[in-house]
């Protein structure tokens, strides 16, 4: 017994686990009709009708205990009857039925059915008025009470939460009935009987809306990745086959399964997107829909970063230097690199190009510029590096014009002779023709006159500008010419005109430039100065004044 008892509260809370929408009660009421069948000859069956409610009270989405309270009246049928069979009196056939037990109904969806198995008594006096007729009671009671059991069911359309229309119900409906004043009489009634009307519902929890929640993976992409949308429903019946629609904001969506959608973002700008999904049952008229939306992130994609370095700050004509980029991308994207020059050959590629200095860039810079370009988004970033290409410069050739000898005139081996006269004339006039430029006067000594007398070199190159300027018919200008003491060769002057521009290659000016205010020069007509006899003997003349040693010759 006690397990019994145990699998019947079992049941019953599995039944009511999870119910959903359920009335806690319902009470249908409305018309109803017996087809009687007395069992008792030569009265075979007739009709009472009447009318009653119910109350199922339910604990479950199925299981319930209901209560069913019906009265009836007899028609015209047993009347007639007992009129045929000769009863002359009143005919009373009212009938009551108190019935009760567990009803299994579904509660879902507009047709809801439901069976039923109730179990309690039946009033009536129809028995004593039929016993009457047979004349086998002459006295006692007209009424009679006897055991009634229902077993049957019916179909229910819910109009509403709380109302619902009840067309049919049928029962087969056992009664039991004993006329105590006729002996050994018990007979069992098997009748028919049909319920219908209207039902009102009250209690239960509202239906739990349906719903539905989505998922993006991953949350951020670069444009081009795919990323992969999950929806997943929430409340619907799991009986059911539900339908998913998709809708978004970017990109192009492919479904990939029932429940997931794909999105291609090839193309996407940076920015926010979502997607969407539509999930429906079709089966349901109300309730059956649900959305949710899922967000997804275009990241914003950095250009690479760059730099560029060159091998060498200057390179000469003819030479290269090496350009170097230093190249990195922030989202590990592979790079491609490309490059432009201003000037001269380039040659290389990838992060490393060489440059090689052509005529055309001399005096100026070659500016290599490199670009590193991502695979992916197209960004680029550029850098520069630039090589010094100097300027040619152009060497000036030192050019010999000739010399002036001065071993004619032992007392004045300073001045200026006739011959050399000739020679400057037409040395001034080539200097006139030659606009641009100067003329170094070198005078030299021989060994002898470097030891007696040391500046005579220099009081030489400083008579012949002496006479170039100011004594000479072609007169040139002074800063156009500068005397130098020269080395030890001999008793000359060497003349070499310098043009204007660079000396280069090594070159020299010969000797050292003259102080011209410690050697004062001397016109090739002044006197020669007087001289001193030593010892009755004459000596050869001298320079007017004894100038200092003049430095060494460079």
């Given at each position: 017994m006690k397990t019994v008892i145990l699998l019947s509260l079992t049941l019953i809370l599995a039944l009511s686990a999870g119910a959903q929408d359920v009335p806690k009660v319902e009470i249908p009421v409305g018309f109803s009709f017996i087809n009687v069948h007395p069992n008792l000859d030569p009265i075979t069956s007739f009709n009472v009708f009447g009318g009653g409610g119910q109350v199922d009270f339910n604990f479950g989405n199925y299981f319930g205990i209901k209560a069913d309270f019906m009265g009836y009246t007899q028609g015209s049928g047993l009347r007639n009857q007992l009129a045929k069979d000769g009863f002359v009196g009143a005919a009373n056939g009212?009938?009551?039925?108190?019935?009760?037990?567990?009803?299994?109904?579904?509660?879902?969806?507009?047709?809801?059915?439901?069976?039923?198995?109730?179990?309690?008594?039946?009033?009536?006096?129809?028995?004593?008025?039929?016993?009457?007729?047979?004349?086998?009671?002459?006295?006692?009671?007209?009424?009679?009470?006897?055991?009634?059991?229902?077993?049957?069911?019916?179909?229910?359309?819910?109009?509403?939460?709380?109302?619902?229309?009840?067309?049919?119900?049928?029962d087969y409906l056992l009664t039991r009935f004993t006329a105590n004043h006729v002996a050994n009489y018990t007979a069992n009634q098997n009748n028919f009987r049909y319920f219908g009307g209207l039902e009102f519902m009250f209690g239960g929890a509202p239906p739990i809306p349906v719903a539905a929640s989505c998922s993006a993976s991953p949350g951020e992409v670069w444009s081009g990745d795919p990323v992969t949308v999950n929806s997943t429903g929430a409340n619907f019946n799991p009986k059911h086959t539900l339908t998913y629609a998709w809708t978004g904001t970017g990109g192009k969506l492919s479904s990939n399964s029932t429940q997931g959608a794909t999105v291609d973002t090839t193309g996407l700008a940076p920015g926010s997107y979502s997607v969407s999904a539509t999930i429906t049952d079709p089966k349901e008229k109300k309730n059956n829909t649900a959305t949710c939306s899922a967000n997804f992130t275009i990241k914003q994609p950095q250009p690479p970063v760059v730099s560029c370095s060159a091998s060498t700050t200057t390179t000469a004509i003819g030479e290269s230097a090496t350009?170097?980029?230093?190249?990195?991308?922030?989202?590990?994207?592979?790079?491609?690199?490309?490059?432009?020059?201003?000037?001269?050959?380039?040659?290389?590629?990838?992060?490393?190009?060489?440059?090689t200095a052509t005529?055309?860039?001399?005096?100026?810079?070659?500016?290599?510029?490199?670009?590193?370009?991502?695979?992916?988004?197209?960004?680029?970033?550029?850098?520069?590096?630039?090589?010094?290409?100097?300027?040619?410069?152009?060497?000036?050739?030192?050019?010999?014009?000739?010399?002036?000898?001065?071993?004619?005139?032992?007392?004045?081996?300073?001045?200026?002779?006739?011959?050399c006269k000739d020679t400057l004339d037409k040395l001034s006039l080539r200097l006139q023709q030659m606009p641009n430029g100067k003329l170094d006067i070198v005078g030299y000594t021989n060994e002898e006159e470097s030891v007696n007398v040391q500046q005579l070199g220099s009081q030489r190159s400083v008579n012949v500008k002496y006479y170039l300027t100011t004594d000479g018919p072609n007169k040139v200008d002074a800063s156009r010419v500068a005397p130098r003491q020269g080395s030890t060769k001999g008793q000359a002057t060497h003349f070499y005109f310098v043009p204007e521009g660079n000396l280069c290659g090594g070159q020299l000016e010969?000797?050292?430039?003259?102080?011209?205010?410690?050697?004062?020069?001397?016109?090739?007509?002044?006197?020669?100065?007087?001289?001193?006899?030593?010892?009755?003997?004459?000596a050869a003349d001298a320079p007017p004044a004894a100038p200092p040693a003049a430095p060494p010759a460079q």
């Open positions: 009212n009938v009551f039925t108190y019935m009760f037990g567990p009803q299994v109904k579904k509660h879902t969806g507009v047709f809801q059915p439901f069976g039923e198995a109730l179990f309690g008594a039946a009033h009536t006096n129809a028995y004593a008025t039929i016993l009457t007729d047979e004349g086998k009671i002459l006295s006692g009671s007209g009424d009679n009470n006897g055991f009634a059991m229902a077993l049957g069911g019916g179909i229910d359309l819910r109009v509403s939460r709380h109302f619902a229309i009840r067309p049919v119900e049928v350009i170097t980029m230093t190249a990195s991308d922030p989202q590990g994207w592979p790079l491609t690199y490309s490059w432009t020059n201003s000037g001269g050959t380039m040659s290389g590629s990838g992060t490393s190009v060489t440059v005529n055309a860039d001399a005096g100026n810079s070659i500016t290599a510029t490199g670009t590193a370009t991502d695979a992916r988004a197209n960004l680029t970033a550029s850098c520069s590096a630039s090589v010094n290409v100097p300027a040619v410069q152009k060497c000036t050739v030192i050019e010999d014009w000739g010399e002036c000898t001065f071993e004619k005139n032992p007392k004045k081996p300073w001045r200026v002779d006739n011959d010969e000797g050292t430039v003259v102080d011209e205010t410690a050697v004062q020069p001397q016109s090739r007509n002044a006197p020669a100065p007087a001289t001193k006899r030593h010892h009755k003997a004459k």
